[in-house]
């Protein structure tokens, strides 16, 4: 039985540090994408406002919004696949502190039914012994929470106006070149 428990315990502590590392890394891999995408923005809108703009800084334009397209696709899956695998942890975690010889704290547990269920943590060893979810908990559940999706949309919107505004100055240019 004890070696069992030392298992779990050691089960608990691995998965923990992957939940951990994977929350971590889901951060870190956001704030570079938005800080790439944002550098990309940036430059295009650079390029856009000139007052007279030549061919070649169109073309530019167009490569650099495809570009950002395929950015927005691939911080979209790299975000979807990080917020999975942590989800998975988090499940695996849920469910060792489910365990009914688990007799240690559940945090995990906690921070799921406060954040999911919106249910306040009541702990009797604590000052306050009350902890309520706050008004950021109660939005989690929104679609625009999800960062994983409404980021890479949010640019790939953006990217796809400057690739259909630079296609037209493209075929606008060339229309006059060929009269």
């Given at each position: 039985?004890?070696?069992?428990?030392?298992?779990?315990?050691?089960?608990?502590?691995?998965?923990?540090?992957?939940?951990?590392?994977?929350?971590?890394?889901?951060?870190?891999?956001?704030?570079?994408?938005?800080?790439?995408?944002?550098?990309?923005?940036?430059?295009?809108?650079?390029?856009?406002?000139?007052?007279?703009?030549?061919?070649?800084?169109?073309?530019?334009?167009?490569?650099?919004?495809?570009?950002?397209?395929?950015?927005?696709?691939?911080?979209?899956?790299?975000?979807?696949?990080?917020?999975?695998?942590?989800?998975?942890?988090?499940?695996?975690?849920?469910?060792?502190?489910?365990?009914?010889?688990?007799?240690?704290?559940?945090?995990?547990?906690?921070?799921?039914?406060?954040?999911?269920?919106?249910?306040?943590?009541?702990?009797?060893?604590?000052?306050?012994?009350?902890?309520?979810?706050?008004?950021?908990?109660?939005?989690?559940?929104?679609?625009?929470?999800?960062?994983?999706?409404?980021?890479?949309?949010?640019?790939?919107?953006?990217?796809g106006l400057f690739l259909l505004w630079g296609l037209t100055?493209?075929?606008?240019?060339?229309?006059?070149?060929?009269?």
């Open positions: 039985m004890a070696q069992n428990r030392d298992t779990m315990q050691s089960d608990y502590n691995h998965l923990l540090t992957l939940w951990t590392s994977g929350v971590r890394d889901y951060h870190t891999m956001l704030s570079d994408y938005l800080t790439a995408n944002s550098i990309f923005v940036a430059v295009i809108g650079l390029l856009v406002s000139r007052e007279s703009l030549a061919l070649p800084f169109t073309i530019v334009i167009v490569l650099l919004s495809m570009i950002g397209i395929l950015m927005s696709a691939q911080m979209a899956i790299v975000l979807g696949r990080f917020s999975g695998q942590n989800a998975l942890w988090e499940w695996q975690l849920r469910g060792i502190e489910g365990m009914p010889e688990w007799q240690e704290r559940k945090p995990v547990s906690s921070l799921y039914r406060l954040r999911e269920h919106r249910e306040t943590i009541v702990d009797e060893t604590n000052e306050p012994r009350f902890f309520e979810p706050s008004w950021a908990f109660r939005q989690h559940r929104q679609w625009w929470a999800h960062r994983a999706i409404s980021f890479p949309w949010f640019f790939g919107t953006v990217y100055q493209v075929t606008r240019s060339s229309m006059l070149s060929f009269a």
